[in-house]
């Protein structure tokens, strides 16, 4: 799926609010700097790869493996 820069941050606010939003409850747009994040983006990386890598949930994955 192909997403616009706004459809692609509005996903990556909604995953974040999603899986953080115990401790990120009040996060919105304008917390982000989404200059970090356009390089996903530019690399057509999906909004859940972004979040994870940002997290550093990608790579506690690749090390139990």
Known sequence: ML?????WRASVLAIIR?????VLAELTDSDL?????RP????GRSPQFA???AF??????SNAT
């Open 18 to 22: 999603y899986d953080f939003g115990r």
């Open 3 to 7: 997403y616009s820069w706004f459809q």
């Open 56 to 61: 550093l949930r990608d790579l506690r994955r």
């Open 40 to 43: 996903f983006y530019d690399e």
């Open 51 to 53: 979040v994870d890598r």
């Open 33 to 37: 700097d989404w200059d970090a994040w």
